[in-house]
T-cell receptor, first 112, second 113 residues
Framework: GQQLNQSPQSMFIQEGEDVSMNCTSS?????WLWYKQDPGEGPVLLIA?????ELTSNGRLTAQFGITRKDSFLNISASIPSDVGIYFC????????????FGPGTRLSVLP | EAQVTQNPRYLITVTGKKLTVTCSQN?????MSWYRQDPGLGLRQIYY???????DKGDVPEGYKVSRKEKRNFPLILESPSPNQTSLYFC????????????FGSGTRLTVV
C-alpha cells in the first residue's frame, strides 16, 4: 500500500527555536494534512493543503504542499513548551477525501 | 459541542473474549474510520465507512469487524481478541466534502492478555 515517510523520527529543541519536519511519499497525493497528537489524546488537525505548491500558515505553523505532490513540510516558529507532541502527516489516498494514510510521526520535545 | 465519543477509554481483557468498542458522533458526518496506533507504525486504518450500511476494509482489517446501521454509530468488534491486538484505537469522522480532514475521538487503550 501507499506509505508515507516522516523525518526526523524525533527531535529535541530549545524553547524559542524554529522547527522543521517533512513528509515524503513514492506516490502522488492530492491532499496533504498535518496533525498533532498530545499525550493521551487523539490527533488534532493543524493544517490542510489542497494544491501543489500551496503554502499555508496557521499562527506559528507554516506548511507547504510540494510541487511534485510527493512531499510536504511543516515549520513551527519560536517553539513553546505546549508544542510538545507527535506530529503526523497524512495524504488522501484515493483523491475523494475519505481515505487517508498517515505517516509514522515526528516526536517533538521542547526543552525549557 | 462537536464530538466523537469512544467507549471505553481503557479496557483489559483476556484472549478470546468478544468485545465491542463503541464510537458515536454528533456532527452528521458521512465518513467514519477506525485506526490503530502502535509505536513506530503511526496510525493504520482498520475499516472505514462512507455511509450507513457501506463499509470497507482498510490496511489491517484481520481480526476485526464493523457495522454501520446508523449514521452516528460505528462500533468496532473483536470477535476473538488476541494479544497482537493490544493497541491504542481511534475512531475518526469527516463529512463527505473532500476538503476536510478527519476529527478523531480520544482513543481506547486495549490490552489483551
Amino acid at each position: 500500500g501507499q506509505q508515507l515517510n516522516q523525518s526526523p523520527q524525533s527531535m529535541f529543541i530549545q524553547e524559542g527555536e524554529d522547527v522543521s519536519m517533512n513528509c515524503t511519499s513514492s506516490s502522488i497525493f492530492n491532499t496533504w494534512l498535518w496533525y498533532k497528537q498530545d499525550p493521551g489524546e487523539g490527533p488534532v488537525l493543524l493544517i490542510a493543503l489542497y494544491k501543489a505548491g500551496e503554502l499555508t500558515s496557521n499562527g506559528r505553523l507554516t506548511a507547504q504542499f510540494g510541487i511534485t505532490r510527493k512531499d510536504s513540510f511543516l515549520n513551527i516558529s519560536a517553539s513553546i513548551p505546549s508544542d510538545v507532541g507527535i506530529y503526523f502527516c497524512a495524504g488522501d489516498r484515493d483523491n475523494y477525501g475519505q481515505n487517508f494514510v498517515f505517516g509514522p510521526g515526528t516526536r517533538l520535545s521542547v526543552l525549557p | 459541542e462537536a464530538q466523537v465519543t469512544q467507549n471505553p477509554r481503557y479496557l483489559i481483557t483476556v484472549t478470546g473474549k468478544k468485545l465491542t468498542v463503541t464510537c458515536s458522533q454528533n456532527m452528521n458526518h458521512e465518513y467514519m474510520s477506525w485506526y490503530r496506533q502502535d509505536p513506530g507504525l503511526g496510525l493504520r486504518q482498520i475499516y472505514y465507512s462512507m455511509n450507513v450500511e457501506v463499509t470497507d476494509k482498510g490496511d489491517v482489517p484481520e481480526g476485526y469487524k464493523v457495522s454501520r446501521k446508523e449514521k452516528r454509530n460505528f462500533p468496532l468488534i473483536l470477535e476473538s481478541p488476541s494479544p497482537n491486538q493490544t493497541s491504542l484505537y481511534f475512531c475518526a469522522t469527516k463529512p463527505r466534502t473532500p476538503h476536510y480532514g478527519y476529527t478523531f475521538g480520544s482513543g481506547t487503550r486495549l490490552t489483551v492478555v
